[in-house]
């Protein structure tokens, strides 16, 4: 896919970095020449420009673009006139990133309906992570269905993964997730997962397996109490 990240803050700059990564093209644009040479060597194209010039903008390949994201958080007026603008040059994707109420109240005036909280949304997970016991990572599905990493249950440990029922006191087991040992290195761990539901991958769980679960949060919440 093609993207067009505008604003090369922690955001917008990791976000540029992790899709030029996955193999995607990416233009880094920000009004900061320090920072577009910064990251031209992890980002496949950075570009230095005034994003609130409309002339300036045209020379963006906006037409192949499939997604224009806009990290601006620390400039409102700058953030909600290059919405503005791109969405009179005719671009239809456009992500925003908001930082208040107020902001997200008028990019969504002008057309701008898909925004993004970095800080909100990563607080949010994480004060539901420390608030669960056990639990790697969790992901909303709604407000009371809830997809969590967890760890292994110690009765768990030593049986087959054929072994396991995938209901778990009122919880849908998805995935048995292990260490990819061949391919982590010290400084980054990487992981294979295994569905529950294929009897043929028969993996034998050890202590440092993750299980991935679906369920009410409640009902997740009591499973550690248990």
């Known amino acids: 896919m093609n993207f067009i990240v505008i604003g090369l803050g922690n955001f917008g700059a990791s976000l540029a970095k992790i899709l030029t990564s996955m193999g995607h093209d990416v233009i880094g644009v920000d009004k900061e020449i320090d920072k577009v040479e910064f990251f031209k060597d992890t980002i496949r194209t950075t570009i230095s420009m005034d994003i609130t010039d409309i002339h300036a903008l045209k020379t963006l ?12 958080s620390d400039d409102f007026g700058s953030s909600v006139k290059t919405s503005a603008l791109l969405k009179k040059l005719g671009v239809d994707k456009i992500y ?13 005036a ?9 800080e909100y949304e990563t607080a949010f997970v994480f004060a539901e992570m ?70 043929e991958k ?25």
């Open 61 to 72: 390949p906006l037409k192949e673009c499939d997604m224009v994201i806009i990290c601006i």
């Open 96 to 108: 925003a990133r908001e930082s208040s109420l107020i902001h997200k109240t008028v990019l969504n």
């Open 110 to 118: 002008i057309g701008i309906h898909e925004t993004i909280n970095p």
């Open 130 to 199: 420390l608030t669960l016991e056990y639990v790697w990572s969790i992901y909303n599905i709604s407000e009371d269905i809830k997809i969590a990493e967890i760890s292994v249950p110690d009765d768990f440990i030593g049986k087959k993964l054929s072994e396991i029922n995938p209901k778990l006191r009122k919880l849908d087991i998805l995935y048995l997730k292990y260490p990819d040992k061949q391919h982590s290195l010290p400084s980054l761990e990487k992981w294979l997962a295994a569905d529950i539901a294929d009897s």
């Open 202 to 226: 028969d993996i034998l769980i050890e202590s440092d397996m993750r299980l991935v679960i679906k369920g009410h949060k409640k009902d997740i919440i009591d499973f550690f109490r248990d």
